[in-house]
């Protein structure tokens, strides 16, 4: 397969300068719900050590004041430490105000938050975070 990139051409997921191109799919599955583990499929794409990750709508009944998401595979592993705003819903009351998304450097855990102070979540009722896309260095 051969794409053509301006000034280079992508050949057998090669480009300039030895950088690697990759995209795939994966499963991601949350933590902090009761009965079976909500989960979704999350896209990647990876050009060197820059990594575009969407992941997808999780819903469930909530059991635990936490949540993560689970999945991530080495390759996307984070570089360093870093926060994403998104749209959550605790007790099944979409907030006023973002939750966050709490990616650690060399872990392959996402931790999301409700708000950004870090309260902890309802350990009842219904717990969302919608589809996100965040792009970031890998290790």
Sequence with gaps: MSIDVFPATVLNSTLWNGQTYEEG??????????????????????????????????EGTSNATTFTLTGLPTLLVPAANFFVSLM??????????????????GSAVITIVKDSGGAPWTASGIKVVVETSVAYICQ
Excluded: C, E
Excluded at 88 to 105: E, H, I, K, L, P
């Design 25 to 58: 799919t994966f499963a991601v599955t949350a933590t902090g719900f009761s009965g079976t583990a909500p989960s979704g499929t999350a896209w990647y794409v990876r050009v060197g050590k820059q990594v575009t990750l969407t992941l997808p709508h999780i």
């Design 88 to 105: 959550v819903a605790d007790n099944s009351v979409y907030q006023s105000f973002s939750g966050t998304m709490r990616f650690a450097a």
